[in-house]
């Protein structure tokens, strides 16, 4: 084979879907690029696109909107204890203040892995890399989200048991809740439980169901990932390391996680990217105190409980 031939080969073999590649440079998901692209915003080698059905490879010119797409850089992940009060959104059509607004000015554009309900607390996952978080939040991944809960009522141990076996509320069959009962204050209860599905609002349904109102939510863990002692409203990087070890090779492989790339400072948000507010560095919210009983040293992993 001629050089050019195997130039040719590896060009093709690098060649990625459009949306991916604006997805993995962390300016939005590839549901939104493929909507910037419908209206004629992303333009490759000068030439605006008509169809998300499109391959690049890195020798292409990518812009949004005219601004040439930020290069690539590793892959990274946050943990970020998001304090009751924030939407999980970019943009929110009734102004409420949202969780990326609250973030850190010198935070990377990062997306979300998954969403939490406003009025629920705890453990979100940021990530640079839009691949990386189609990956984990799909229940096939199997991590496992565990969360404390506060609910308005009793209980019994043998009632959560049964939810190991899955449970239908009208009409929506939810899958194998793991939940027990911490203890009893007046007439609140204490529960963990951890699920791997995180269907819309599914812990305070499956409650519901029970006859018990949740009157507070908080995540404490996903998937080998915890709360443990972080501060309300703060953000901490994970390890590369660490980040590498605890996908592994059936998580990292179909994601294209880089971690060779170095780390930069990304160039000022090209227009693609409409913010609610500026960001302002977080901090934690008045009367709030760091907890330690959430999990293990945040960033690290954590032996799973058995089954």
Not at 3 to 8: Q, S, V, W
Not at 93 to 106: E, Y
Not at 272 to 297: I, L, Q
Request: glycine content about 10%; overall charge positive.
């Amino acid at each position: 084979m001629s050089d050019r031939g195997a130039a040719k080969t590896q060009d093709q073999v690098k060649a990625e879907r459009i949306a991916k590649v604006i997805a993995r440079a962390g300016v939005c998901s590839r549901r939104a690029a493929e909507k910037l692209i419908g209206e004629g915003r992303v333009a490759v080698n000068g030439a605006v696109l008509a169809s998300p059905a499109f391959t690049v490879t890195p020798a292409d010119a990518v812009t949004i909107d005219g601004v040439a797409l930020a290069a690539r850089e590793r892959t990274r992940l946050w943990l970020f204890n998001k304090p009751k009060g924030l939407v999980t959104s970019n943009r929110d059509p009734q102004g409420r203040a949202t969780v990326f607004s609250a973030l850190p000015a010198d935070l990377p554009r990062v997306v979300s892995v998954g969403r939490l309900d406003i009025n629920t607390e705890g453990l979100l996952l940021l990530t640079n890399d839009g691949g990386l978080a189609r990956i984990l939040e799909l229940p096939s991944t199997g991590w496992l989200r565990r969360y404390r809960v506060r609910v308005h009522g009793r209980v019994k141990q043998a009632d959560l048991d049964r939810l190991a076996r899955g449970v239908t509320v009208e009409g929506m069959v939810y899958g194998a809740v793991e939940a027990t009962l911490d203890r009893e204050q007046g007439a609140n209860s204490w529960l963990t439980m951890g699920l791997r599905e995180g269907k819309n609002r599914e812990i305070k349904k499956i409650l519901d169901h029970l006859g018990l109102t949740v009157t507070r939510l908080i995540r404490i863990s996903y998937g080998p990932f915890q709360l443990g002692d972080l501060a309300t409203g703060a953000v901490e990087e994970v390890k590369s390391r660490v980040l590498r070890d605890q996908l592994g090779g059936r998580l990292s492989a179909p994601t294209g996680v880089d971690f060779d790339t170095p780390a930069r400072q990304p160039a000022p948000a090209a227009p693609a990217v409409k913010r609610a507010a500026k960001r302002k560095s977080a901090k934690p919210a008045p009367g709030s105190k760091p907890t330690g009983k959430h999990g293990a040293k945040r960033g690290h992993a954590r032996r799973r409980r058995p089954l």
